[in-house]
Structures are given as structure tokens and as C-alpha cells.
């Protein structure tokens, strides 16, 4: 089993930056694949990002792209997720998940709050 707690949310006014991590413990971070994920209040939750397992290979959601940088360091077993430019519409819950072939294993999130 893993465990993975997202810290790093918080209240921002749009235009500012915000870093989300993602500690993982219970099995090998190094092992999975990560990502970042979204909901919004009364949407579904929605693809943020994904790095591969060694970081050689990541992916993002066009509405994000060019604002966002997802990381990771295995050796801290931890993922990022650096937010630039919010937005208003950035306001969600952002939680990180872990993958094999599938996303496994879930966070319970942290809220992020764009003022306009």
C-alpha cells in the first residue's frame, strides 16, 4: 500500500505562483508513475500532469501548459508540482496519484484558491 499527502495549497491572487508536493511513503516512489490531478467545485476532476517513473517524460492538459511544471526528486519521495500564472479557473482541489498501468493509488488532496 502507499500513502500520499499533498501539501502546498493555499489562498492566491491570480498571476502568483504556488508549489504543490506530493510525499509518498509505504512502497518504492521510484516504482510509479505520477500525477497531478483536478477538481473543480461541481466538475469532474480532470488531468493535470504526469511524469514518467525517472522524470524522462512528462505530459500536461492544454490548459496548463507553459504554466505548470510537474518534478519529482525519488530520492525525497516526493513529486511537485509548481504552479505559475494562476488563474482563476485554477481554483480546485489538486490531488497526486501513482501508476503502474493504472492510477493506483490517491491523495486526499489539497485546495488551491485563485482570487481574481
Known sequence: ?????????????????????????????????????????????????????NGGYVNYADSVKGR??????NAKNTGYLQMYSLKPEDTAVYYCALSVTKWDYWGKGTLVTVSS
Do not use: H
Open 68 to 73: 505548470f511544471t510537474i518534478s519529482r526528486d
Open 1 to 53: 500500500q502507499v500513502q500520499l499527502v499533498e501539501s502546498g495549497g493555499g489562498l492566491v491572487q491570480a498571476g502568483g505562483s504556488l508549489r504543490l508536493s506530493c510525499a509518498a511513503s509505504g512502497r518504492t516512489f521510484s516504482n510509479y508513475a505520477m500525477g497531478w490531478f483536478r477538481q473543480a467545485p461541481g466538475k469532474e476532476r480532470e488531468f493535470v500532469a504526469a511524469i514518467n517513473s
